[in-house]
């Protein structure tokens, strides 16, 4: 079993920067990729970014070249930063991982934090 807890988020202008932060606990070897969706409202959930065990990374293509994702093994964390912030990446963010289940690839979701880009 893995637990994500998330931190960062909230209001900020359009422009301006932003950063999340998932940690993770429990089952950590198992972890295949960790990363983060989001959801507007009236919309779908979609990738921004996520990372695999093996370090590749993956971006959404509205938040490339905008928006990075990096891993500290060490906190077991990892950091979204977000930049040049738009009103259209006003969003919940949840952090995700898929893990190694007994038969499965289990999936965990964290609670969701508002980030709101103000024009």
């Known amino acids: 079993q893995v637990q994500l807890v998330e931190s960062g988020g909230g209001l900020v202008k359009s422009g301006g920067s932003l950063r999340l932060s998932c940690t993770a606990s429990g089952s950590i070897p198992k972890i295949i990729v960790m990363g983060w969706y989001r959801q507007a409202p009236g919309k779908q959930r979609e990738l921004v970014a996520h990372l695999t065990r093996g370090g590749s990374k993956d971006y959404g293509d509205s938040v490339k070249s905008r928006f990075t994702l990096d891993r500290n093994d060490a906190r077991d964390t990892i950091y979204l930063q977000m930049n040049s912030l738009k009103p259209e990446d006003t969003a919940v963010y949840y952090c995700?991982?898929?893990?190694?289940?007994?038969?499965?690839?289990?999936?965990?979701w964290g609670q969701g934090t508002q980030v709101t880009v103000s024009s």
């Open positions: 995700n991982a898929r893990s190694e289940g007994d038969r499965t690839i289990d999936e965990t």
